[in-house]
Nanobody, 125 residues
Framework: QVQLVDSGGGLVQAGGSLRLSCAAS????????MGWFRQAPGKEREFVAA????????DYADFVKGRFTIYKASAENTGYLQMNSLKPEDTAVYFC??????????????????WGQGTQVTVSS
């Protein structure tokens, strides 16, 4: 089992930045992909970014390319999502997730086995 705790959300003005964290504990040696998803009110959960646990490969949704960066601290069981140039449409609850499989480019929530509790990101105009 893997437990994920995501944090770092908050209220920020448009154009600002936030860094989300996803701390993994438990059997972290058993998974290969970490992802971030988001869900706005009344909308389906959507893929944001993913990274292999080695940190060597990443994938991004088109709407965050050039603005968001996913990375992993090599000495920690923690992944991060650096979000720059935030827009009001980025407002959502953000969830980190982990998969026991290599699903880097799948971009589907059903491919992930473990989920954090979510952290609210609100971008004001």
């Amino acid at each position: 089992q893997v437990q994920l705790v995501d944090s770092g959300g908050g209220l920020v003005q448009a154009g600002g930045s936030l860094r989300l964290s996803c701390a993994a504990s438990g059997d972290t040696g058993s998974w290969f992909t970490m992802g971030w998803f988001r869900q706005a009110p009344g909308k389906e959960r959507e893929f944001v970014a993913a990274i292999t646990w080695s940190g060597r490969s990443t994938d991004y949704a088109d709407f965050v390319k050039g603005r968001f960066t996913i990375y992993k601290a090599s000495a920690e069981n923690t992944g991060y999502l650096q979000m720059n140039s935030l827009k009001p449409e980025d407002t959502a609850v953000y969830f980190c997730a982990a998969s026991r499989r290599y699903v880097l480019t799948e971009q589907r929530s059903g491919e992930y086995d473990y989920w954090g509790q979510g952290t609210q990101v609100t971008v004001s105009s």
